[in-house]
């Protein structure tokens, strides 16, 4: 079906009060900054219920850009024609004769109450002409071709399909955070599901040379390449991280190693953040899926802490993280094999209860300050954009 506009619906910012009108300027803006590269060919129209985009071409192949933009909940590829009825009658004609099907149902919508036909009428009409000038037939429960029709005050929209959105809040509409970014399959679906609710992530990787390699960076900007398809600027920083975790292997009680770690990385994390501004951090933690993954363990880590701690992932196994990993093109790269931090040193038999006091006793026995000061003072920053 030819098509000149496309509908954009809001979906959940429509449930939204006095704030709703600040949701859909942001999610207009975030449009705007995807499809900039074609802000010569199409108009942007910004209502209280809808976004419209007017094509100066018909059929512009905009679907997988705008597929990925959250705070969209659908949007359809309409074409718009003046709403004399005869010439809704022609265009359905016309329009339908372009899709493949044997049956069909049509479905209008009177939004300007003082168009002289209401919706039953509209349904009845158009009907009538395509069962007489062509072989379709009706099937109101299951059709082939769904054939919607709304007349609004500025003419008709005529469609045949509705494509699903991401849906969310627009981007950076939400605050913004502080994302623990590893090399595996967890922290990217969480980022993915945390940027779909229209929070901004900055992402922050700890780095163990000469333990890892190159690979797990280079790993981790092809990752952040894909989700710079959701947000538009992504800011990396990667903190050196070697001599904290050579002190705590060398310091720590048996099984305490991986508790120790998390904790200092929790540390750097909180006051990264707070030196950037952000109040937040999140990670792709799920409940019980290793050790530092207990409720216990997660109650003694998060003590040297007083951040907000968003585990997207908490409630999800592992088979639900890799089937939204596959969708979102993330898995293959996840799984390439280049070890991060967390893995370059095994520990036999990993506190699953850890105890508070056992960790501050282990904290004492080396200066980790100043391992601190030194690993936030000498971090790398690199940007990823599309």
């Known amino acids: 079906m030819d098509y000149n506009v496309i509908i954009i619906r809001f979906g959940e910012l429509s449930t939204k009060g006095k704030n709703k009108k600040d949701f859909i300027t942001r999610l207009a803006r975030s449009i705007r900054h995807h ?32 597929k990925n933009i959250q705070g969209m909940y659908s949007f359809s590829l309409a074409l718009k024609v003046d709403a004399d009825i005869d010439n ?47 072989s379709l037939k009706v099937d109101v429960h299951n059709p082939d071709i769904l054939l919607s029709i709304e007349i609004r005050d500025d003419g008709a929209y005529i469609f045949t399909q509705t494509i699903k959105g991401i849906g969310g809040y627009p981007e950076g509409s939400i605050g913004r955070c502080l994302m623990m970014l590893s090399g595996g399959i967890d922290s990217p679906v969480a980022s993915y599901l945390l940027i779909k609710r229209g929070v901004e992530l900055s992402f922050i990787h700890f780095a163990s040379p000469p333990y890892t390699n190159s690979g797990v960076i280079n790993k981790l900007e092809d990752i952040l390449n894909i ?15 070697t001599k904290i975790q050579e002190k705590i292997y060398d310091v720590s ?4 190693q991986v508790t120790i770690m998390r904790r200092m990385m929790y540390r750097i994390a909180s006051e990264f953040a707070k030196r950037k501004h952000i109040y937040s951090l ?9 050790a530092s993954q207990t409720l216990e363990s997660m109650y003694v880590i998060n003590k040297v802490t007083n ?10 196994d592992k088979v639900e993280v890799i089937k939204i990993a596959k969708e979102i093109n993330t898995y293959d790269i996840s ?13 036999l038999n990993p506190k699953t209860a850890p105890k508070e006091s056992e960790c501050l006793a282990i904290e004492e026995l080396a200066d980790f300050d100043s391992l601190i000061e030194e690993a936030l003072s000498s971090y790398e920053h690199r940007i990823i954009k599309k």
Do not use: W
Request: aromatic fraction near 10%; include cysteine.
């Open 253 to 256: 009680y048996p099984g305490y």
């Open 335 to 347: 799984i390439r094999p280049f070890e991060d931090c967390c893995t370059i040193f095994p520990v």
């Open 35 to 66: 499809l900039v590269e074609y802000k010569d060919e199409l108009e942007i129209d910004v209502r209280h219920d809808h976004i419209y985009i007017n094509l100066k071409e018909k059929n512009m192949d905009l679907v997988e850009i705008l």
């Open 88 to 134: 809704i009658l022609n265009t359905c004609l016309e329009q339908i004769q372009l899709e493949e099907g044997k049956t069909f149902k049509v479905h209008a919508r009177r939004i300007d109450k003082s168009y002289p036909y209401i919706s039953d009428d509209i349904n009845r009409m158009v009907a009538s002409k395509l069962l007489k000038n062509t």
């Open 227 to 241: 989700l710079s398809d959701y947000q538009a600027k992504i800011n990396l920083y990667i903190i050196p991280f």
């Open 307 to 316: 951040f907000p701690i968003i585990r997207p992932l908490a409630t999800y």
């Open 282 to 290: 999140a990670n792709g933690e799920s409940i019980g899926q290793v």
